[in-house]
T-cell receptor, first 114, second 113 residues
Framework: NAGVTQTPKFQVLKTGQSMTLQCAQD?????MSWYRQDPGMGLRLIHY???????DQGEVPNGYNVSRSTTEDFPLRLLSAAPSQTSVYFC?????????????FGPGTRLTVL | AQSVSQHNHHVILSEAASLELGCNYS??????LFWYVQYPGQHLQLLLK??????LVKGIKGFEAEFIKSKFSFNLRKPSVQWSDTAEYFC???????????FGAGTRLTVKP
């Protein structure tokens, strides 16, 4: 199993550009989530999904969209990038929601917005 | 709002020293508690978790954590650290039956050989 994969690993955007961060898992997990990691702030939950077709907002959803058309994929879209979105983004998955199951994290995408 | 506090930003120890990293949370209800570790250049991975039962939880690589409900704390311990424990450690809290997950800011541990 590849586990949780994320692409790209690095990305530089200009303010106002849009892009999609890709996340895929091959473990048939129902629950998937996106976090951003900023210095001194730990990880903050952006959006999550408890299954295909179901998404919900986390702690910091503004400026981001998600969709879950398949169990495997959970892309994160930046609609109009801002410098405040410069961060490292992690995708995670687990068998179920509620976090009783271990979350598996991807390697992260380092995004810089100029 | 629910928050998670990790008191130490950077801890430097020599090999064989004992480790205790503090974690406190502000949520008042039933919670699930976690410690994650991020080794240099690697993914975050779970060290240990607490849902119910014995408040002393043992995890991988000789780590353990104690849940003290009255203090809203879940401190991580290891009796003797190794150079390979150099990493960043994150405490996380999930309210029971809730999809939210809150992480602390992390503690960077440096172990000198």
């Amino acid at each position: 199993n590849a586990g949780v994969t994320q692409t790209p690993k690095f990305q530089v955007l200009k303010t106002g550009q849009s892009m999609t961060l890709q996340c895929a898992q091959d473990m048939n997990h129902e629950y998937m989530s996106w976090y951003r990691q900023d210095p001194g702030m730990g990880l903050r939950l952006i959006h999550y999904s408890v299954g295909a077709g179901i998404t919900d907002q986390g702690e910091v959803p503004n400026g981001y969209n998600v969709s879950r058309s398949t169990t495997e994929d959970f892309p994160l879209r930046l609609l109009s990038a801002a410098p405040s979105q410069t961060s490292v983004y992690f995708c995670a998955s687990s068998w179920t929601s509620g976090h009783t199951d271990t979350q598996y994290f991807g390697p992260g995408t380092r995004l810089t917005v100029l | 709002a629910q928050s998670v506090s990790q008191h130490n930003h950077h801890v430097i120890l020599s090999e064989a020293a004992s480790l205790e990293l503090g974690c406190n949370y502000s949520y008042g209800g039933t919670v699930n508690l976690f410690w994650y570790v991020q080794y240099p250049g690697q993914h975050l991975q779970l060290l240990l978790k607490y849902f119910s039962g014995d408040p002393l939880v043992k995890g991988i690589k000789g780590f353990e954590a104690e849940f003290i409900k009255s203090k809203f704390s879940f401190n991580l311990r290891k009796p003797s650290v190794q150079w390979s424990d150099t990493a960043e450690y994150f405490c996380a809290v999930n309210p029971y039956n809730n999809n939210d997950m809150r992480f602390g800011a992390g503690t960077r541990l440096t172990v000198k050989p």
